[in-house]
């Protein structure tokens, strides 16, 4: 299907974003028109302390305000509601971000439920104090999703707005959006797709600090648990229980040479096994029950729930014991 067949939202947050986000909405509009997709950009204000807004209606684009600053998720939160069209595209208005790889994006939705901008290309700026945080986070959540996530936090991707409403509850209201919405949807199995971007230095300056790599982090670790528990929950039961068995072998080894038994009733009073030991092993038995339990949980209740279909399952044809097609689908 080529992406010319698409209408598109925009959804952009912004956030003193005046210098650079009416150039912005130019580039992506020059694009989109240039590829005969129809359109529309929606710019959510998240209560900026400059002109941003005045500037986005300028340009041409549709404004929504927060009276107060809500964060980067809410404002896409906002303008997701108010979207015209059901595929949703969300970008940043610092100028960070390639406007004409928006649809080489979109075509990937033929066969895909989103589509993500992986900086991964050709020219990549991205602050080196801000590079070890994110490589944590990446392996972090690679281990906890099953696969390689080239890019967990990518600000350019295009999706589904029905799909993504499925997590609208769940869906941070802060940086940490992209985050939420990419580990949720690979932990229901919708398929993701990363395509290559370069990523240009802002215009401006970065509203993110330091400490939201915790923030991120603890993320990470509740989508694990609400999406797949045994992935956090095993591997620790795994390295306490085997600290507790390693303890308990150091334990029975050192036996005699440490307590040096004189009869057999002493010998029986001795205790074998460390508190340690035993403490760790405990630990590790009920981080294991606890993660077989969420997983009953979580699974018990996904039968009562009717996910969206993906777009990577299409049913061609049904055909019975007769060998004529009785139905198909798209």
């Known amino acids: 299907m080529p992406s010319s067949t698409y209408s598109v939202s925009v959804v952009i947050p912004v956030f003193n974003e005046e210098a650079a986000v009416g150039p912005e909405i130019q580039k992506i509009q020059r694009v989109l028109e240039a590829r005969g997709i129809a359109h529309e950009i929606i710019i959510v204000d998240d209560g ?4 941003s ?3 986005a209606a300028e340009a041409g684009a549709g404004v929504i305000r927060h009276v107060e600053n809500r964060g980067y998720g809410a404002a896409i939160k906002t303008g997701m509601a108010a979207a015209r069209y059901d595929t949703i595209v969300i970008t940043d208005a610092d100028g960070t971000y390639p406007a004409d790889e928006i649809p080489t994006l979109l075509a990937h939705l033929e066969t895909a439920d989103m589509a993500v901008g992986a900086r991964t290309g050709t020219e990549v700026h991205i602050p080196l104090v801000r590079r070890p945080a994110k490589w ?3 392996w972090v959540a690679t281990r906890v999703a099953g696969r390689k996530i080239p890019d967990l936090n990518s600000g350019l991707r295009a999706f589904r707005r029905e799909c993504a409403n499925q997590y609208l509850s769940i869906l941070s209201n802060r940086f940490s959006f992209t985050s939420t919405i990419t580990l949720a949807m690979l932990g229901n199995d919708y398929r993701v797709v990363y395509h290559p971007i370069s990523y240009f230095p802002r215009v401006g300056r970065s509203k993110i600090t ?16 609400l999406f797949q528990p045994l992935r956090v929950f095993v591997p620790l039961a795994t390295a306490f229980g085997a600290v507790g068995v390693l303890k308990a072998v150091y334990d029975v080894i050192t036996f005699f040479p440490r307590t040096r038994p004189q009869d057999l009733e002493s010998f029986f009073v001795q205790p074998l096994l460390s508190t340690t030991a035993v403490l760790f092993m405990v630990i590790g038995l009920q981080l294991l029950v606890l993660g077989l339990v969420a997983d009953a949980v979580l699974r018990r209740f996904a039968q009562y729930q009717v996910p969206v279909p993906s ?3 299409t049913v061609e044809a049904l055909v019975p014991m007769s060998g004529q097609p009785v139905a198909r689908f798209k």
């Open 210 to 225: 330091p400490w939201h790599f915790m923030d991120f982090m603890m993320l990470v670790l509740r989508l694990a648990v």
């Open 48 to 51: 900026s302390a400059d002109r």
């Open 53 to 55: 807004g005045a500037r």
């Open 136 to 138: 944590v986070l990446n």
């Open 311 to 313: 777009r990577a399952v």
